[in-house]
């Protein structure tokens, strides 16, 4: 089984709230990661958990604070954020972070920020 | 820096045309490389990868080859189907220093019946 599940799916919210995106695999990964994807775009990424220890932090706003609770499990907290953040925020594993292993990639969570 | 370019897209096709999706990398050291695919609506499905010069991916019937003298990884498939048009991603990932999944731009690819 290859599977990354993502909740929700689809999600509103206005620039006060704080919500979480949640993101969970269970083929036994050490590394799971958060990517940013604005429409025609690559993915961007944002973090990068190895060993549920945050390994890469690539300059994101502190309005995204992610979270590891153990080695199956991601969140990413959000809070007070702005329209333009609004995008489709993918969530990844890997076996590890060397470059051998694929990532396998969750069906996202399309955010909009209004 | 490490970069993947890709070809341009969109790439209009008939069904049953043959499918070439140029890609070309510079790296700093030996990547693995990597095709995943983007249908609408969904995430990134991996498609193929190959981890060392001369492999060959192969899934689904696309193909593609590391070509380390040329720094090229090319996608083929010999006869497309409606149901393969999407968008396609080249990436490559390093074993040193970030190991993060570098991407292309993407291709969209359009396969009209």
């Known amino acids: 089984d290859t599977e990354v599940t993502q909740t929700p799916k689809h999600l509103v919210m206005g620039m006060t709230n704080k919500k979480s995106l949640k993101c969970e695999q269970h083929?036994?990964?050490?590394?799971m990661y958060w990517y940013k994807q604005k429409a025609k775009k690559p993915p961007e990424l944002m973090f990068v958990?190895?060993?549920?220890?945050?390994?890469i932090n690539e300059s994101v706003p502190s309005r995204f604070s992610p979270e590891c609770p153990n080695s199956s499990l991601l969140n990413l907290h959000l809070h007070a954020l702005q329209p333009e953040d609004s995008a489709l925020y993918l969530c990844a594993s890997s076996q590890e972070t060397t470059g051998f292993y694929e990532q396998y990639f969750g069906p996202g969570t399309r955010l909009t920020v209004t | 820096g490490d970069s993947v370019t890709q070809m341009e897209g969109p790439v209009t096709l008939s069904e049953e045309a043959f499918l070439t999706i140029n890609c070309t990398y510079t790296a700093t050291g030996y990547p693995s490389l990597f095709w995943y695919v983007q249908y609408p609506g969904e995430g990134l499905q991996l498609l193929l990868k190959?981890?060392?010069?001369?492999d060959k991916g192969s899934n689904k019937g696309f193909e593609a080859t590391y070509r380390k003298e040329t720094t090229s990884f090319h996608l083929e498939k010999g006869s497309v189907q409606v149901s393969d048009s999407a968008v396609y991603f080249c990436?490559?990932?390093?074993?040193?220093?970030?190991?993060?999944?570098?991407f292309g731009s993407g291709t969209r690819l359009q396969v009209q019946p």
């Open positions: 083929m036994g990964h050490r590394a």
């Open positions: 190959a981890t060392k010069a001369d």
């Open positions: 990436a490559l990932t390093l074993d040193t220093g970030r190991r993060a999944l570098t």
């Open positions: 958990y190895s060993y549920e220890k945050l390994s």
